[in-house]
């Protein structure tokens, strides 16, 4: 049974840096496909990164590029977001989810976590 469970969500003030991470059980983690997606109140969830399996990396648009940094470790199962330079409208629940074989490109993922939430006050 695959588990994905993020952890270091919380209360962030705009300018800081916060890092989420998330922990893959009961998969070959490292031949997964990992991404971030976020979703703030009102509105619908949305892509923010992925690292493929090999190793390659895409971000969503200029709003996170530069600022936030996905990576792996494949040895603790863990997938990192490190955010930087905050912005309130950072805000939201963040997810990680995996897909069996997935590259930075992949769209559909088959394993969600359930989220942790980042508040970025002003």
């Known amino acids: 049974q695959v588990q994905l469970v993020e952890s270091g969500g919380g209360l962030v003030q705009a300018g800081g840096s916060r890092r989420v991470s998330c922990v893959g059980s009961?998969?070959?983690?490292?031949?997964?496909?990992l991404a971030w997606f976020r979703q703030s109140l009102g509105k619908e969830r949305e892509f923010v990164a992925a690292?493929?399996?090999?190793?390659?990396?895409?971000y969503s648009d200029d709003s996170v590029k530069g600022r936030f940094t996905i990576s792996r470790d494949n040895a603790k199962n863990t997938v990192y977001l490190q955010m930087n330079s905050l912005k309130v409208e950072d805000t939201a629940v963040y997810y990680c989810a995996a897909q069996a074989f997935g590259t930075e490109y992949t769209v559909d993922y088959d394993y969600w976590g359930q989220g942790t939430q980042v508040t970025v006050s002003s």
């Open positions: 690292i493929g399996w090999t190793g390659g990396r895409r």
């Open positions: 009961g998969l070959s983690f490292s031949n997964y496909g």
